[in-house]
C-alpha cells in the first residue's frame, strides 16, 4: 500500500515553480518585445503578434462582431457559432495552436484547435498575460508545466497532501485553466482523465510531467470515449494504453479513513469531491441510525460509522462497488455489526422501507448522474423528484436528509432546490435547509465559465 504523503511533502518538477526562464524566449522575440517604440507602435501591435511573427503557418481564428468581450472576460471556449472566419492556409488541424483574433484581426489570445468539435478553439492564454509571460505565449509544453506548477502550489497551499488524506484533485479542467484534463492524485498513483482531442495529442508531455509531482510513481490514463467522440477521435482506433497505464486497486486514506479505490471504477476511481461533505456527515453521526444510498464503496457509510453511528446501511445495485465498501469495513476495523452494505436497487429498498414503516435519524442520497445533457433535464427532475419524495419518507419526522445532483445541468438550471421543494409536497414533508455546498476545495471553479460546476449538496431538515 502507497505511504501517506506528509503535510510537509516537497514537489520535485522539472524546475522551481513559478521560474519565468524568460532565456527560453528567442533572442530575436526578446529584443522585439524589449525594444522602445513609438506610441502607435505600441496601439497597434501586441505581444502574440511580436510572437506570431516568428512562427510561420499559425492560423487566426476571426470572432465574430459583438462575440470578443466574452472571451476577454475568461470564458475559455471559443464555440464555433462565435467564429466568423479562419485566416490560414493550409487550415489548421484539430491541436494546432492557434490566434483568437477580434473582427479586426488584432489577437485576444491563443489556443488549441478542433476542426470538429462545437468548441472551436479552447483558449489557453489571453493577450495581457502574453505580455506578462512570453516565455509560455505560443508554447503549450511551456503553458502546461507552469500550469501544472501553479496546480500544485494550490494544493500545498490547500493542505494536500496530508498526512490523514492523500486522495485530492490536482488539476480540475477549466478550473485549473487546462480544459479538458483531470488529474486525481490517489496516495502514489496519479489517474488523468483526457476529454480533449488536444489532452490526447500532448499525453506524453502530461504523463512526464505528473510523474515528476513528488510521491507520485504510477500513472493511470482515462480517456472519456464518447466525449473524445464528439471531438472527432474514435479511441477504439488509437493504440493500445501505454505500458505505464496502473491497473488494479490502491489503498488511500481521506480524513482518517482508508478506502480502497478501484483503477477500472467509476470516473478516476475515487469521489473527491464530497471530501468535505463526508467530513461533516461523520460530525452528525454520533448515536445516529445512518442510512447511505446509491453508496458506491461506502464514503458516506464509513464516515458516519467512524462518527459513532449506532447503526448504518449502505445501499448500491453494484456488486463491484460493494466489494470495495465492504473491504474498507475491514481495513478500517470497522465493527461489522455497526454496519453493512446491501446490493439493492435504491428506489426498490425505499418502497420496502416504507412498507414496513422503518425510518432512520440521517439519509445521504447521493444518486449517479441523470442529467448528462440539457435536453433530458425534464425528465431528469422527475426522477430526481421521486427519489427524493422517496428518501423524505424513509427519514423520521426532525431527522436530516443530505441529498446530492452530480448533474452540472441541473446544477447549472437553479431548478434543484425547487425539485427538492417538489419532492417534499409529494411526499407530505416540509423541509427547511440548513447546509448548501458543492465540490470541495480542491475543485476550484472558474468563473467566467460557470458551466465547471456541477456538483450540489444540500443538508436538510425534514419535518
Known sequence: SAAI?????????????????????????????????SASAVASSSALEELAADRKGLARVVLKKGKTQIFRDGSPMVYSGAVDRIIGRPPPKTGDVVLVADGSEKPIGWGVYNSVSMFCVRLMQLEEEAK??????????????????SAVDLRRSLGFPSTNTNAYRLINSEGDRLSGLIVDIFADVAVIASSAAWVEKYRQ????????????????????????????????????????SYSGTVKVMENGIVYLVSMEGQKTGFYADQRESRHFISTLSKDQRVLDLCCYSGGFALSAAKGGATNVTGIDSSGSALDLANEN????????????????????????????????????LDPPKLAPRKKVLQSASGMYRSLNALAMQVVKPGGLLMTCSCSGAMTQSGLFLKTIQGAASMAGRK?????????ACDHPIDPSYPEGQYLSNYLLRVM
Open 132 to 149: 506578462r509571460d512570453p516565455a509560455s505565449a505560443l508554447n503549450m509544453e511551456r503553458l502546461l508545466e507552469e500550469r501544472l506548477c
Open 5 to 37: 504523503g506528509s503535510a510537509n511533502t516537497s514537489y520535485a518538477m522539472l524546475r522551481a515553480c513559478g521560474a519565468a526562464a524568460p532565456a527560453s524566449v528567442p533572442a530575436l522575440v526578446r529584443a522585439r518585445l524589449a525594444r522602445p517604440a
Open 205 to 244: 508531455q502530461i504523463q512526464s510531467l505528473v510523474s515528476k509531482v513528488s510521491d507520485v510513481k504510477h500513472i493511470k490514463w482515462r480517456s472519456s470515449t464518447d466525449i473524445l467522440k464528439e471531438e472527432g477521435l474514435d479511441m477504439s482506433e488509437q493504440k493500445e494504453p501505454a505500458p505505464s
Open 329 to 364: 469495513i475491514l481495513l478500517n476495523k470497522l465493527d461489522a455489526e455497526r454496519i453493512s452494505f446491501l446490493k439493492e436497487d435504491a428506489t426498490a429498498f425505499m418502497k420496502g422501507a416504507i412498507s414496513r414503516n422503518e425510518l432512520w435519524d440521517l439519509v445521504i
Open 431 to 439: 423541509v427547511t435547509v440548513l447546509r448548501q455546498a458543492g465540490a
